[in-house]
């Protein structure tokens, strides 16, 4: 049985991750896919990143309940929160709505990504760059550190002059995504 990401952990507006009103937002979505090329449909995504000034205090207090039954009524709609859990569709396809994040001192612009999914004993992290920020191509230690290739793996593909990007996740395989290994 299971895994059971999409019975729990998901909430209404779980991709939301700016306020209904905020100004210059962005949506960020693609695809996940395991080592063959098919569509994960039951992986559940989540993004951590910094406000558009550069700042990660976020608004953790932004969820609603139900008075009634105590369930996720979803954001407030007016913070933002710098973080999103979104799962996939039959697709595989996920999508988030945000602002781009700004710079941090010594970080260049980047969110955050946690993948769970099917098949994985332990969660993966990996990052979304984006193509116009030419400088963390160069000034960011783990790009730096990547031959083309790889780097390509973290690059969000801009998608016209609409605001979105897209980054495809590949859990293995061909193309497979730079993931990161933390240690304790």
Not at 1 to 14: D, E, S, T
Request: aromatic share 10%; hydrophobic share 35%.
């Amino acid at each position: 049985m299971g895994p059971f990401y999409g019975y729990a952990l998901p909430f209404p507006g779980g991709g939301d991750v700016a306020p209904a009103n905020a100004a210059d937002t962005v949506t960020v979505h693609g695809y996940v896919r395991d080592g063959s090329g098919a569509p994960v449909p039951d992986a559940l995504i989540e993004l951590w990143q910094a406000d558009a000034d550069g700042g990660l205090a976020g608004a953790p207090g932004s969820m609603r309940r139900d008075p009634v039954d105590g369930g996720h009524l979803g954001r407030n709609g007016v913070d933002f929160t710098g973080f999103a859990r979104v799962p996939t569709d039959a697709d595989g396809h996920w999508t988030a709505r945000t602002v781009k994040p700004g710079a941090r001192p010594g970080h260049p612009p980047y969110i955050s990504v946690c993948v769970f999914a099917r098949g994985l004993l332990h969660h993966l992290f990996t990052r979304v760059y984006f193509p116009e920020d030419t400088r963390a191509h160069t000034d960011d230690p783990l790009l730096a550190s990547l031959d083309a290739e790889r780097r390509e793996t973290l690059l969000a593909t801009a998608e016209g002059a609409t605001g979105s990007y897209r980054f495809d996740i590949r859990l293995q395989g061909e193309k497979e995504t730079v993931f990161l290994d933390f240690h304790r």
